[in-house]
């Protein structure tokens, strides 16, 4: 059961089979490929697979986050600079969130919110954890990671579901299965 916040793991079955992980993903999120929760999921486990098999440290996010932020604006760069250099080594990991906020507010990475936060403006930083948070969950949910001692892996309990579908229906259409 999803929260009202946080969507199922649904999956739209395709007319065809995807040759891009943005096709795959696409068929999880059900938006485009410029979508911000498509590129940075496709940003999350493509940063997991170059750290197979030991994974991806998951108190590494802001990092990822910040990353996927600068493709798109510039000035985020100088928020991933700060952080590489500075806020890792000089402040809590608590703390980091609340000042890569300020700090978007204060080099204008903002962005007019939406439902609740309609009218105001909001850091991109928030808007990207966000997206972050519905991504991971959405991920770990359809088995395609998983969290195992703070380390985002790649699992393949998503390959071995697909294909005991796929040979379920196999011996059902041969009249071999209930």
């Known amino acids: 059961m999803g929260s009202k916040f ?20 696409k068929l999880f999120f059900r938006e485009s490929e410029h979508n911000l929760k498509v590129q940075l999921a496709k940003a999350f486990l493509e940063t997991i697979r170059e750290e197979m098999p030991k ?57 007019e919110g939406q439902k609740k936060a309609r009218g105001r403006d909001v850091d991109l930083f928030t808007i ?3 997206a972050y948070s519905v991504i991971t969950k959405v991920l770990r949910e359809a088995g395609l990671v998983r969290k195992v001692d703070g380390r985002y892996q790649l699992s393949d309990n998503f390959e071995r579901i697909l294909e005991g579908i796929a040979e379920f229906w196999h011996y059902w259409r041969l009249g071999k299965a209930d």
């Open 55 to 111: 994974g991806w440290p998951a108190e590494r996010w802001p990092e990822l986050l910040l990353k996927v932020m600068a493709e798109h604006y510039p000035e985020a760069e100088e928020l991933l600079k700060e952080y590489k250099e500075t806020l890792i080594w000089t402040k809590k990991k608590s703390e980091i969130p609340k000042i890569l906020s300020e700090r978007c507010k204060e080099l204008g990475l903002v962005e």
């Open 128 to 130: 990207y954890r966000g």
């Open 6 to 25: 946080y969507p199922e793991a649904r999956m739209t079955i395709p007319d065809e089979k995807p040759y891009r992980l943005t096709d795959l993903l």
